[in-house]
């Protein structure tokens, strides 16, 4: 599967951006679906991923309540959904398709999208 992220750019805390990660070559929903960022200086750490069976969702605590994991079959595209953003969510984030039950493991992940940045200013 080949993965396409979208949707990040520069925004004030406390407002909201989606990011999209588009599917070809396969169906979103023949794998767990994740979503990773890496900070300036930092190492990739994991954000939310959907499961392929069942669709639940997993988050961060630090993204709990305010970031939303949701996948559209027929768009082949999962979504993130950012709300409530802060300047600590200043990162590369990239979407990642495995198999694995692993969700939180970015090792485990075998397709990776290119990486969308988002910048939240204070």
């Known amino acids: 599967v080949q993965l396409q992220a979208s949707g990040g750019g520069l925004v004030q805390a406390g407002e909201s951006l989606r990011l999209s990660c588009a599917a070809s070559?396969?169906?979103?929903?023949?794998?767990?679906m994740g979503w990773f960022r890496q900070a300036p200086g930092k190492e990739r750490v994991f954000v939310a991923a959907i499961r392929r069976s069942g669709g639940s969702t997993v988050y961060a605590d630090s993204v709990k309540d305010r970031f939303t994991l949701s996948r559209d079959n027929a768009k082949n595209t999962v979504y993130l959904q950012m709300n409530s953003l802060r300047p600590e969510d200043t990162a590369v984030y990239y979407c990642?398709?495995?198999?694995?039950?692993?969700?939180?493991?970015?090792?485990?992940?075998?397709?990776w999208g290119q990486g969308t940045l988002v910048t939240v200013s204070s």
């Open positions: 070559g396969s169906t979103v929903n023949s794998y767990s």
């Open positions: 990642a398709a495995t198999r694995t039950v692993a969700l939180a493991r970015d090792d485990l992940y075998y397709s």
